[in-house]
């Protein structure tokens, strides 16, 4: 009967409701380690867990779609790619400017702000350190000349997320 059921969903549907749940509960367990534990170590915590996540999920992404990383917007390309299959079809970015040098990449639409909304916390939840250690350890790991800088974030008060890689020589 399940089987049936799911058979009717087109899988786009599928994606986006796995995607939704996945998100919805990262942000429950983090608003939950910061009820716990307060802001220091639950930051000290979520540092920790989305570098190791990074450091193992962008090398294998690169590895199994070939996606080459050789300056700045092979950089820019990466994270998007990881970003949409880790966290579904709702990260939306735009980029600003995009030489081999330096990328800016804005992300306009974030799973986790959208679901931070539809829980009434956007007051408390703040995804700015595990999102900086995801990418910052994920492009260290296939390569170490391509660096990222957070220049805005959603979770702070700003319209949109901004991240600076640059290929340094």
Known sequence: MAEAILDKIPIEAR???TAKSLTGAIVGYELILLEILGKEKSDEIEAKMWSEGGKTFIPMIKEAFNIPVEDAIGAANIIKVAAVLGMGPECT??????TKERVVQRWVKCPFIERAKEMGATDKHDCYTGCTAWTEAGLKAINPKVTITKAKAMPRGDQYCEFIYEFKE
């Open 15 to 17: 994606w986006e409701t």
């Open 93 to 98: 970015d735009e980029i600003i400017e995009e």
